[in-house]
């Protein structure tokens, strides 16, 4: 057993506290179980007990041996000198303090079932999902609360990240928009190049030459490192002079081109068809921004984010060659991803800073109302035949999977709380 299950039973009061005794044998209640310490000191602050006819207020240690105790140097650490009660499944020492007082011990009764319950997730042999066997037993009323819990976790770190960012630009909610966006079109493996991109062309220059469509791409693919090489084709020979201008007129430098990964890609993701499809979207719409605040559903979003990029990419995924014709475009799936990485999380982040509750709820509603996410993550839950409906429920999966499955940390997922909680009244 591992005291982190310990401390768990005892923060979650999972076992049976009437007709407690020290191991003196004197009667023990528990008035306060005290407030789990989630940095160096005891296990628990503030806990209250009574001991015989004393109460006490205080902290509380919690080990699998007594003898933890003295091994952990606890006896001679004054932080220790506060705690009122010593919590061990085994009781092969007595706890003194640093004047060699001894401290009341708790010999405690694990639930079986508890036990067998957290073995056989640890011992599940999938790295992702250990719990997997258990969700579908899982009520849906549950699910729904955790899931907005999880949710709203997710949403709020997003949201710091963009206020910090927003700090940068002196508060300029279309520029954050531009770089969300355009890291959104990287598609994980691309996305720090086009966060870079952004960066380095700021939206105040495309929009003085986003009328001409031919610009915009020469700014954006320029910036991008891709005109540097030396190819015969009247477009591309057109794209770069416009670009070298257009670098002198604003002082620009390209990034590297070099941070672009093509491999193991589909075509159409290659980054000169996302430069191009965003190039595209920024002639199209101009304050974007002020668009998107005002769309009702994932409909409408849909609507303001649809772009096709110029006829030239219809016969090409690259300057180098021909392929066969096709329109490029920001399709259902890429939209539904630039909806969900980066227009909702800056909805929510301006109603947070808004203090504007309509907002909010409306930003929510528009992932419940978008797709659900594919990657081998949510494939993982399928397989498991865990249905899921829409972005809302496929944002709050990858929250759980980050802060606990990633980590192993079984005892900290509100899941494993459900599955645990069940095992505990069999009890």
């Known amino acids: 057993m591992k005291e982190a299950l310990l401390q768990y039973v005892w923060q979650f009061k999972m076992f049976n506290a009437s007709n407690l005794k020290t191991t003196e044998g004197e009667p023990l209640e528990i008035i306060d179980y005290g407030q789990k310490n989630e940095n160096a000191g005891p296990d628990f602050f503030n806990a209250k007990i009574r001991i015989g006819d004393t109460i006490w207020a205080g902290n509380v240690e919690m080990h699998i041996q007594a003898s933890d105790w003295a091994r952990h140097g606890h006896d001679m650490d004054k932080r220790y000198d506060s705690v009122i009660l010593h919590v061990v499944i085994d009781n092969d020492r007595c706890a003194t303090r640093q004047n060699g007082e001894v401290i009341p011990t708790l010999k ?92 380095a062309l700021p939206l105040k220059y495309i929009y003085k030459q986003r009328d001409n469509l031919l610009q915009t791409e020469a700014m954006l693919l320029g910036q991008a490192g891709l005109l540097s090489e030396e190819i015969k084709d009247e477009y591309y020979l057109t794209l770069q002079r416009e670009y070298l201008f257009l670098k002198k007129k604003f002082g620009l430098t390209p990034i590297d081109a070099s941070l672009w990964r093509f491999a193991k ?21 101009e304050h974007l921004f002020s668009k998107i ?66 907002l909010q709820d409306r930003t929510i509603e528009i992932l419940e109302d978008t797709k659900p996410e594919k990657n081998h993550i949510i494939s ?17 999966i990858l929250e759980i999977k980050k802060c606990y499955c990633d980590r192993n940390d079984c005892l900290r997922c509100g899941i494993a709380h459900k599955i645990l909680g069940k095992a505990a009244k069999q009890h």
């Open 108 to 199: 405690l009764s694990i639930n079986n079932e508890i036990e067998k319950q957290i073995m056989l997730l640890e011992s599940e042999k999938s790295p992702i999902l250990k719990c997997g066997a258990y969700w579908r037993k899982i009520p849906d009323d549950y699910l729904k609360i955790y899931f907005s819990q999880m949710l709203n976790e997710r949403l709020c770190q997003k949201a710091k990240l963009i206020t910090n960012e927003l700090d940068k630009t002196n508060g300029d909610w279309e520029e954050i928009l531009y770089r969300a966006i355009a890291r959104s079109l990287g598609m994980g493996v691309n996305a720090m190049p086009f966060e870079q991109l952004a960066k």
């Open 265 to 285: 890609m589909r075509p159409v993701n290659f980054p000169h068809i996302r430069i191009v499809e965003l190039a595209a979207l920024l002639h199209k719409t």
């Open 293 to 358: 605040m005002e769309a009702r559903s994932s409909e409408q979003l849909h609507s303001l984010l649809t772009a096709e990029a110029s006829d030239y990419w219809k016969e090409h995924y690259t300057f180098h060659e021909h392929s066969p014709r096709s329109t490029k475009k920001l399709g259902q799936t890429s939209i539904d991803l630039i909806i969900i990485n980066a227009i909702v999380p800056l909805l929510f982040a301006y109603a947070q800073k808004r203090e504007d509750y309509e």
């Open 380 to 396: 993982i839950w399928n397989d498991m035949g865990i249905t899921v409906h829409s972005a809302y429920e496929t944002q709050a």
